[in-house]
C-alpha cells in the first residue's frame, strides 16, 4: 500500500472507532486523579489496549500504561503520548469530592492518543511502517501535591516528582527516538491549532520556617514568630521582581501550605511551596538563587531558621519545528485547514515536564480547539468534541505514518538534524546534582 492508502485506511479506522474513542476520554473526565494516584485511569487505558496488537505494559511509571508495537523492526520508534492526571478546582461545576477536575485537557490526550493507536493498530498499517511505534498513557504532568509525592520518594516508589522524569528513569525512553503529543486549548475565531510551543521550566521549593512558640496574648515577646518570617519572605520575593528581566519569563508562585497550629500561640513551624519559573535554565537558577536569599534573609530578620528543600521541576520545552511543519500539513491537507487557521509560534511561561524530554529528543507539542474557558479554571468546557476527541487522533496518526514510511526516512532526517542539550545520562546527573548541592537547612 502507498502512503496515501494507509492514511486513508487509518482515518477510516478512526471514524469507525469514533464512539469508543470519546466514550474513553469522557469515562476518564469522570474519573481524576491527581499524579501518581491514577489507578482507576490507568484501568481504563490498560482495558482499551488489550484488543490491540502490540506488547502491553502497566506500572510503567509507578502508574500509567503503554503499548508497543512493530519491535522486531530496526528503523526508529516513535511514541505518541497522553497524559493521565487531573487538576484540582472545586470551582468547576463537574468536580469530584475532591475537588479533582480535568480542566488540564488530559482526558482529552488519552483519547487522542488511543484513536490513534486505533487507527495505526486495528487497521493494520503498522505492518507496513518502517520503524516501531509506542502508545503511552504516562502520569503525573500537572507538578501539584508536593507531600504525596515526597512519601512516595521516602517510601522509594519513585524518584521524581514528574511522569516523564520518572518514566525516563526506569528506562522507559531508552529506546525511543521522537515523541508526539497533542494538547487542548481555547483558540480564538478563525484558529484551529498552535504548531510550535516553547515553554518555561521551573524549580520546586519545599519551604520550612522554624521559630519558637509562646503565648500570643501574655508572652508573645517570647516567641519567634515563624509567620511572621513567612510574610516577610513573601514581600522580599516581590521586592526581586524588577531585578528579573522581561525576556525571562520569570514567575514566582507560592502558598503557605501551613501557617501554624492555635490562633493564640505563636507559630514556631510554618511551610511553604514555592515554584520558581524561567524560560532558560540560566534564568531559572538564576532566580532560584535570589529567592533563597530572600527566604534566608526572612529568617534572619527574626532570628529564626529555615530549611529549603530544592528540586528540579520541569526543564523548558522547546519543539521540534520539522514535527511540526509535518503535523501542520496533515491539518492542510486531511482537514482542510489555510495558512490563517494556524498560530505558529506560541511562547508561554506555563511549563510541562515534555520540555525534560525535549532536551534530549525530537518532540511534537501542538495545541488544537475544541475546548473553551482557561485551563485549569472552572469555566473550561469541552465545546466540540469532533475537534478535540477525533481530529488530533487522526492528526497524530498521519504523522507517525509519515516519519515511519519509505525506511522512516523523515524520522531520520529529524533526528540526524536534531541536537540534544543533554543525552539521558547528563539530564539525571543534572536533576540529582542540583539537588545534592542546593537542599540546605539555613541557621541563623
Same mark, same amino acid.
Given at each position: 500500500m502507498n502512503k496515501s492508502e494507509l492514511k486513508q485506511l487509518c482515518i477510516k479506522t478512526i471514524d469507525e472507532n469514533r464512539d469508543e474513542i470519546i466514550r474513553i476520554g469522557n469515562e476518564i473526565y469522570k474519573n481524576p486523579e491527581l499524579g501518581y494516584k491514577e489507578f482507576? @485511569?490507568? /484501568?481504563?487505558? +490498560?482495558? $482499551? &489496549?488489550?484488543?490491540?496488537?502490540? *506488547?502491553? /505494559?502497566?506500572?510503567?511509571?509507578?502508574?500509567?500504561?503503554?503499548?508497543?508495537?512493530?519491535?522486531?523492526?530496526s528503523g526508529p520508534r516513535v511514541a505518541i503520548i497522553g497524559e493521565l492526571d487531573s487538576v484540582v478546582c472545586a470551582d468547576h461545576k463537574d468536580a469530584n469530592e475532591l475537588g479533582n477536575i480535568h480542566a488540564c485537557g488530559h482526558n482529552v490526550q488519552i483519547a487522542n492518543m488511543i484513536g490513534a493507536a486505533f487507527g495505526i493498530l486495528k487497521s493494520g498499517v503498522f505492518k507496513h511502517l518502517d520503524g516501531s511505534?509506542?502508545?503511552?498513557?504516562?502520569?503525573?504532568?500537572?507538578?501539584?501535591?508536593?507531600?504525596? *509525592?515526597?512519601?512516595?520518594?521516602?517510601?522509594?516508589?519513585? +524518584?521524581?516528582?514528574?511522569g516523564k522524569q520518572e518514566y525516563l528513569y526506569r528506562n522507559g525512553f531508552d529506546d525511543t527516538d521522537i515523541v508526539l503529543q497533542c494538547h487542548m486549548i481555547g483558540l480564538e475565531e478563525g484558529k484551529e491549532c498552535i504548531i510550535n510551543t516553547d515553554t518555561n521550566g521551573f524549580m520546586t521549593k519545599m519551604v520550612t520556617f522554624y521559630g519558637k512558640s509562646s503565648h500570643a496574648g501574655f508572652a508573645?515577646?517570647?516567641?519567634?514568630?515563624?509567620?511572621? &518570617?513567612? /510574610?516577610?519572605?513573601?514581600?522580599?520575593?516581590? $521586592?526581586? *521582581?524588577?531585578?528579573?528581566?522581561?525576556?525571562?519569563?520569570?514567575r514566582v508562585s507560592m502558598v503557605i501550605s501551613n501557617g501554624g497550629d492555635l490562633v493564640n500561640v505563636v507559630p514556631s513551624k510554618v511551610t511553604m511551596e514555592i515554584m520558581v *519559573? $524561567?524560560? @532558560?535554565?540560566?534564568?531559572?537558577?538564576?532566580?532560584?538563587?535570589?529567592?533563597?536569599r530572600a527566604l534566608q534573609? $526572612?529568617?534572619?530578620?527574626?532570628?529564626?531558621?529555615?530549611?529549603?528543600?530544592?528540586?528540579i521541576g520541569y526543564l523548558? &520545552?522547546?519543539? =521540534?519545528?520539522?514535527? %511540526?511543519?509535518?503535523?501542520?500539513?496533515? &491539518?492542510?491537507?486531511?482537514?482542510?485547514?489555510? /495558512?490563517?487557521?494556524?498560530?505558529? =509560534?506560541?511562547?508561554?511561561? %506555563?511549563?510541562? =515536564?515534555? %520540555?525534560?524530554? @525535549?532536551?534530549?529528543?525530537?518532540?511534537?507539542?501542538?495545541?488544537?480547539?475544541?475546548v473553551t474557558g482557561g485551563l485549569h479554571t472552572e469555566e473550561y468546557n469541552m465545546e466540540d468534541e469532533e475537534k478535540a476527541y477525533i481530529l488530533p487522533a487522526k492528526m497524530l496518526a498521519l504523522s507517525l505514518i509519515d516519519l515511519l514510511y519509505d525506511d522512516a526516512s523523515q524520522a531520520k532526517d529529524i533526528i540526524g538534524k536534531f541536537d540534544p542539550f543533554f543525552t539521558k545520562e547528563q539530564y539525571l546527573n543534572f536533576l540529582d546534582d542540583y539537588v545534592a548541592t542546593h537542599n540546605f537547612n539555613y541557621m541563623e
Open positions: 482507576k @485511569s490507568t /484501568e481504563i487505558v +490498560k482495558k $482499551a &489496549m488489550e484488543n490491540l496488537e502490540g *506488547r502491553l /505494559e502497566t506500572e510503567i511509571a509507578y502508574t500509567g500504561c503503554k503499548i508497543v508495537a512493530n519491535e522486531e523492526k511505534m509506542e502508545f503511552i498513557a504516562i502520569p503525573a504532568e500537572e507538578c501539584v501535591d508536593y507531600e504525596y *509525592r515526597a512519601n512516595l520518594q521516602k517510601e522509594n516508589k519513585i +524518584k521524581y516528582i514528574g508573645p515577646h517570647e516567641g519567634v514568630n515563624a509567620l511572621n &518570617m513567612a /510574610e516577610l519572605a513573601m514581600n522580599n520575593i516581590h $521586592a526581586q *521582581r524588577e531585578t528579573f528581566r522581561d525576556e525571562d519569563k520569570v *519559573r $524561567a524560560f @532558560s535554565i540560566d534564568a531559572m537558577t538564576d532566580a532560584n538563587k535570589k529567592v533563597n534573609a $526572612a529568617a534572619l530578620t527574626l532570628g529564626g531558621n529555615v530549611e529549603i528543600k530544592d528540586s523548558p &520545552m522547546k519543539t =521540534d519545528r520539522n514535527l %511540526g511543519d509535518i503535523y501542520k500539513q496533515n &491539518m492542510m491537507e486531511y482537514a482542510n485547514l489555510t /495558512e490563517d487557521n494556524f498560530i505558529m =509560534d506560541y511562547q508561554t511561561a %506555563g511549563s510541562t =515536564d515534555l %520540555g525534560d524530554i @525535549s532536551q534530549i529528543m525530537p518532540c511534537l507539542h501542538v495545541w488544537s480547539n475544541g
